[in-house]
């Protein structure tokens, strides 16, 4: 079974500051590995995920996250924060298409609330 | 960008009440999901669909909900009988395969008083 852990369920950080959002996961084999950003009032909204080859991916809005597979991690990082990055954002997991699971369902973590100071 | 539509953004029943919650998946998508986020917590999954039957279901999913894909178009949620534990937002969402990175809509908000 998979799982994943957000540390941190609150994270303030000042406008221009650096963003460090961190989760691990639990899993058999690596996992397909996602954040998604949900803002006040809408929806999930996908911001990069980690399928296969260059370990460090690029998303949406600034932000980037690395799979380290040794630490079984993929933190999620923006070099500076912006008044408008102020979300809730989530990581998740599914099983590779490869690996054989009956199931691809995502997994989430319980989410990371960002708050950007001014 | 085509994106997941979901109908209604809230609604508010009464306990015991029959809910639909529609959505309107990516047009060249083939599986579709509902998943649920009650306040404060997870999102969990609650069922995926392909080839017009289920093919996976999570333990939330009793015997109170089914979903339907009734036209080629929409995909929708039948909560039959709704408890004030239904209380949460829907999350539709579909992709173009299984394994297949997922798209979410922007949710329905159920309320049940």
């Known amino acids: 079974a998979q799982s994943v852990t957000q540390l941190g369920s609150h994270v303030s950080v000042s406008e221009g500051a650096l963003v460090l959002l961190r989760c691990n996961y639990s899993?058999?084999?690596?996992?397909?590995l996602f954040w998604y950003v949900q803002y006040p009032n809408q929806g999930l909204q996908l911001l990069l995920k980690?399928?296969?080859?260059?370990?460090l991916v690029k998303g949406i809005n600034g932000f980037e996250a690395e799979f380290k597979k040794s630490e079984t991690s993929f933190h999620l990082t923006k070099p500076s924060a912006h008044m408008s990055d102020a979300a809730e954002y989530f990581c998740?997991?599914?099983?590779?298409?490869?690996?054989?699971?009956?199931?691809?369902?995502?997994?989430f973590g319980k989410g990371t609330k960002l708050s950007v100071i001014p | 960008e085509p994106e997941v539509t979901q109908t209604p953004s809230h609604q508010v029943t009464q306990m015991g009440q029959e809910v639909i919650l529609r959505c309107v998946p990516i047009?060249?998508?083939?599986?579709f999901y509902w998943y649920r986020q009650i306040l404060g917590q997870k999102v969990e999954f609650l069922v995926s669909?392909?080839?017009?039957?289920?093919?996976?279901k999570s333990e939330i999913f009793d015997d109170q909900f089914s979903v339907e894909r009734p036209d080629g178009s929409n995909f929708t949620l039948k909560i039959r009988s709704t408890k004030l534990e239904d209380s949460a937002m829907y999350f539709c969402?579909?992709?173009?395969?299984?394994?297949?990175?997922?798209?979410f809509g922007e949710g329905s908000w159920l309320t049940v008083v």
């Open positions: 969402a579909s992709s173009k395969a299984s394994g297949n990175t997922i798209y």
């Open positions: 899993s058999s084999v690596p996992p397909y």
């Open positions: 980690y399928t296969t080859g260059a370990t």
């Open positions: 998740a997991v599914s099983p590779r298409r490869d690996s054989g699971a009956g199931s691809y369902q995502l997994t």
């Open positions: 047009s060249n998508h083939l599986y």
């Open positions: 669909f392909y080839n017009n039957e289920i093919s996976e």
